[in-house]
């Protein structure tokens, strides 16, 4: 069992910067593929980011790239991103989440939802122009 605890969201005007966490806790921690996702009002959740166990693979969805970079401190438990160049289109509640076994290819099938078991509560981003 894996508990997740999202941290750092605010309200920015655009072009600022947040780092959002995710506090990690249960057994091996260290063996889950984690990622981000989020959910704007009225829109289904998207897949953000993942990065792999040991961080030496990771997947952005187009809109983000270049702007968002996801991190992870496995011996602290913790999940980053950091968010850059931040724009309106950002805002969301942002969730990180695990899944093991981290099977498939590092496209946008790291990002699929249905492929993750755990998931933290969720942490508010707005950005306004």
């Known amino acids: 069992q894996v508990q997740l605890q999202e941290s750092g969201g605010d309200s920015v005007q655009a072009g600022g910067s947040l780092r959002l966490s995710c506090a990690a806790s249960g057994y091996a921690v260290g063996s889950y593929c984690m990622g981000w996702f989020r959910q704007a009002p009225g829109k289904e959740r998207e897949g953000v980011a993942a990065?792999?166990?040991?961080?030496?693979?990771?997947y952005y969805t187009t809109s983000v790239k270049g702007r968002f970079t996801i991190s992870r401190d496995n011996g602290k438990n913790t999940l980053y991103l950091q968010m850059n160049s931040l724009k309106p289109e950002d805002t969301a509640m942002y969730y990180c989440?695990?899944?093991?076994?981290?099977?498939?290819?590092?496209?946008?099938?790291?990002?699929?939802?249905?492929?993750?078991?755990?998931w933290g509560q969720g942490t508010q981003v707005t950005v306004s122009s």
């Open positions: 990065i792999s166990t040991g961080g030496s693979l990771t």
């Open positions: 989440a695990a899944r093991t076994p981290c099977r498939g290819s590092w496209d946008s099938f790291a990002v699929r939802g249905d492929e993750y078991s755990y």
